[in-house]
């Protein structure tokens, strides 16, 4: 493209279950037509995960891509975030967590294509949405509309990230990648707010993207009106109704939801992989070809790059990689097995457009044929509770209610999404690892700590009239930003004489301390889906002059919505029964950014030995604005830590000066709501399936192994409303119980199946797996007849044969294994019935 000459040099594809492998350094031309992108001449499907870069380490990279690849995925998403590459305007930064170009090289090693989402607004429950916050300071800017500060500013940046991905060579046409990008990001959601504003902006956003001369394809998600050749795609739990703005595009799927984020006072939102799977499988029956999920590896919101309001520090999204970098079973593996079902009926989705049959009412047979004896079909049963038996090309086939059927032959089911014969997870066996560093945890004698002073702490501090708003004098620099002001009492109070007054304050979001006299009045908070509130306190004062001083926090700027927001305290009334209301709003206030410790440096490992902190036998507990500091010895291994605080309330947290995060474990979600088996039929949305009502977001904070070092290790804590630092523990995962229970009649390997077989030949067959490095130490139960129970309550049935010894035989010191299920080898202790294969075992690190 723009002129350049482009060597296109025949790409060595190897086709294999886990993903494309693509030769590092050969030129690949992309392109797309109405049935998928064109890959050096060739349609593919795709399998995509989202990854984000800095919600995990480099360190941790290459293993969460490798587990990516043996998943079945083909492609690596990606968010770009501006806020942390340009922090300062003009100034850039990629390095350690935000070095995009290694995590791309990384990616490309593995053998994985990359889909670049520079955007740059990201949303993506990030701090600002990923821009940056001098932005806003720009005078006369409006973001995302037809403003041209706005888009001088989106330009530069946009060709800063296409420029460095050239002069590293990352693009498909470069031997790179990178066979995506994307420019924008879910505008069409918030466009009509900005009128023809937001028409324009759109066409000038892709009109600039297509300029940078990338030589991939660019898309827009959400974006009905994306002019061509932008690539406009869908977002959501479901996307198989989805057709795109042309007949000339493909139907691609950027968003599909694996769970959903998690927010300081909601419960804890999961997705049945039953329904994750039925939503895939809907959309490549339907003629999709490229899918995402959102996330595959969500990670974690170190620092304070949450995004806002309340959007917690874990961002473990319930993917089929948790936040610690762990395999979700059964997710990951009943789509592994759906990506491999998928793979194998390729050659028919890409050669031809379907056929759709009625088998029924709410079934029916989509149909990709290569010639009239040669097809692939998908089975579904629409309903929300009946399941079926249909008849399909002369042989009966039993669907469950809400699911698919792949038949890569039109003949034999290779893998039906709402059987999961993928091993579960029990749960994680978690030490307090080890004993002694725990001891040195919780023994008082061991920490130190500081007490934070209330209002103002230096002469940085400045007066104005009026209550400022928060974001525009803090300038995200901080959390915190002090409002003092004095409430003089002389005529009404005698002198040694206290009076009862009613405080009324009123804030934008998200949260406040309130001191009277420097003693702590009360605490107030809004929520995720409204950080506004009011908080009225009785409070006493006494002759003369008294001080008022109010501690606004956000917990995280607006990531999403037409108007970025504004926050802080804006109104604050005293009001008694005689005088009436004495409205303070007005008034002159003193305004402090960031806490004294903050402006001190607390955090940093160069203060750990300063006589700032104090250390003593009487450790101060359950006390507002305190920091806390402790030294702990490394545990032993390689895996990650968690760090428990359910016995504090409200703050921060860092090791080894890194930030771990904003931690609040006093904010409980709602108690009710929750339900211990969610039923995966029917439609999803991030409300249906909740657990721990009742209970904090999160108790247990993350922390990477390579942010701790052998011996000695700092624990700094700021405690905003008062907690127990010595019942803090240190937690690392050292075993793990897993099961799997499979019948006769569920369908057998996806990889085990061969072309132009008979009609139901395969073996199904119980497939244990450890985590890498972890082996199978344990055969807890094994049962094979018909035994009852769920994963962890496994009892044998009327019909029963202990086959722990043939069990235990094939795992016992195994990484992994695979037990099939056959009667020649268990032998058949109820002919003509039924029968299946219970196992529970335990994998040691």
């Known amino acids: 493209m723009g002129g350049t000459k482009v060597r296109v040099i025949a790409l060595l594809v190897v086709l294999v279950f886990e993903g494309y492998y693509w030769e590092k350094g050969r030129s690949t031309t992309v392109t797309y037509d109405h049935k998928a992108l064109v890959i050096d001449g060739k349609r593919r499907i795709l399998q ?15 293993d969460i891509i490798k587990k990516s690849k043996e998943g079945g995925l083909d492609v690596i998403e990606t968010y770009v975030f501006w806020n942390y590459h340009e922090p300062v305007k003009g100034k850039y930064y990629f390095e350690g967590r935000f070095d995009l170009v290694r995590f791309v090289k990384t990616v490309q090693e593995a053998g994985l294509l990359v889909h670049l989402r520079i955007g740059p607004y990201a949303c993506a429950e990030w701090n600002y949405g990923g821009f940056p916050v001098w932005l806003r300071f720009i005078p ?29 060579n990352l693009f498909a046409s470069q031997g790179g990648p990178i066979i995506l990008a994307q420019v924008e990001n879910e505008y069409g959601a918030v466009e009509g707010s900005y009128g023809v504003g937001g028409e324009l902006y759109v066409k000038w956003a892709a009109e600039t993207a297509v300029n940078l001369n990338t ?48 927010a300081f006072g909601n419960a804890i939102a999961y997705r049945p992989v039953e329904d994750l799977a039925f939503a895939v499988a809907r959309f490549f029956e339907t003629g999709g070809t490229f899918q995402n999920y959102y996330m595959y590896f969500g990670g974690t919101n170190f620092g304070r790059t949450a995004g ?4 917690a520090t874990s961002y473990d999204y319930d993917a089929p990689i948790d936040e610690y970098g762990y395999i979700r079973q059964p997710k990951w593996s009943h789509l592994r097995d759906l990506h491999k079902a998928i793979k194998l009926c390729e050659e028919y989705l890409i050669s031809s457009d379907p056929i759709q049959v009625q088998l029924g009412t709410n079934l029916e047979a989509h149909i990709y044929s290569k010639t009239s004896n040669d097809c692939a079909a998908f089975l579904a049963n629409l309903d929300i509770s009946l399941d079926a038996n249909v008849t399909f090309n002369g042989n009966l086939y039993f669907l469950p209610a809400w699911s698919v059927s792949i038949l890569p032959d039109c003949k034999n089911v290779i893998f039906n999404t709402a059987k999961v014969v993928a091993q579960r997870n029990l749960q994680f066996i978690s030490s307090a690892y080890a004993s002694n560093v725990n001891e040195l945890l919780r023994a008082p004698s061991a920490w130190c700590w500081y007490k934070e002073k209330v209002g103002n702490w230096s002469n940085n501090s400045f007066v104005e009239s009026g209550l400022l708003e928060h974001i525009d004098t803090t300038k995200d620099t901080s959390d915190y930003l002090w409002y003092t002001t004095s409430i003089n009492v002389e005529e009404d109070i005698m002198p040694g004489k206290e009076k009862e007054y009613l405080l009324h304050i009123e804030s934008l979001g998200h949260a406040a301390l309130v001191f009277v006299n420097k003693r702590l009045q009360g605490f107030g908070y809004g929520n995720r889906e409204d950080a506004r509130f009011n908080l009225t306190k009785k409070i006493t004062v006494h002759h003369g002059n008294n001080t008022l001083d109010v501690l606004s926090m956000m917990i995280g700027l607006q990531n999403s919505g037409a108007q970025f927001d504004i926050a802080g305290i804006y109104s604050v009334i005293l009001s008694d029964l005689m005088d009436g209301q004495n ?9 402090q950014v960031g806490l004294e410790g903050e402006y001190l440096g607390l955090d940093k490992i160069s203060l750990a030995n300063s006589s700032l902190w104090t250390q003593g036998t009487a450790l101060p507990v359950n006390h507002s604005l305190i920091w806390y500091k402790v030294i702990f010895l490394a545990p032993e291994g390689k895996g990650p830590l968690a760090l428990n605080l359910a016995s504090m309330g409200k703050g921060q ?23 211990d088996n969610c039923d995966y039929r ?16 999160q108790t247990l904070y993350h922390i990477p192994r390579t942010w701790v070092h052998p011996g000695e290790n700092l624990l700094v804590l700021h405690e905003e409303l008062g907690g127990d630092p010595s019942k803090i523990s240190l937690l ?22 061969k072309p132009n077989q008979v009609f139901n030949p395969q073996i199904p067959e119980v497939r244990l797996n450890c985590e890498q490095g972890w082996h199978i130490s344990m055969i807890n139960f094994a049962s094979f007849g018909t035994p009852s129970g769920n994963c962890g309550t496994f009892s044998p049935g009327i019909c029963h044969v202990n086959v722990t010894s043939i069990v235990q035989q094939a795992c016992i010191g195994q990484e992994r294994c695979a037990i099939p299920i056959s009667i020649t080898k268990f032998g058949d202790p109820c002919p003509l019935v039924l029968k299946s294969l219970a196992i529970e075992a335990l994998c040691s690190a």
């Open 308 to 311: 806002g309001p309340m959007a």
């Open 48 to 62: 995509s995960g989202s990854i984000h870069y800095p919600r995990s380490t480099p360190e941790m990279w290459p």
């Open 653 to 675: 947290a860092w090791v080894n000066g890194q930030s771990i995060g904003r931690y609040w474990t006093t904010y409980l979600s709602p108690p009710t709501g929750c339900t």
């Open 140 to 168: 006369g800017i409006q973001f995302r509309t037809t403003n041209n500060l706005f888009k001088r500013e989106m330009k530069l940046f946009l060709a800063k990230i296409v420029g460095l991905m050239k002069d590293e």
């Open 583 to 591: 409205d303070l709003s007005y008034g002159e206030w003193t305004h």
């Open 732 to 753: 690392t995962r050292t075993g793990q119980e897993i099961c799997a229970h499979v019948s006769e009649a569920d369908p057998p390997p996806a990889d085990s199946w």
């Open 215 to 262: 030589t991939v394809p660019w898309v827009m998600c959400i974006q009905n009106d994306a002019p061509d050749p932008i690539i406009n795609t869908c977002n959501g739990f479901y996307c198989d109704q989805f057709s795109p703005n042309s007949p000339s595009k493909p139907k691609m799927w950027t968003e599909n939801y694996s769970g959903w984020f998690l």
């Open 682 to 697: 029917g439609s999803y949305d991030q409300y249906k399936c909740l657990k721990d009502c009742g209970q904090p977001a």
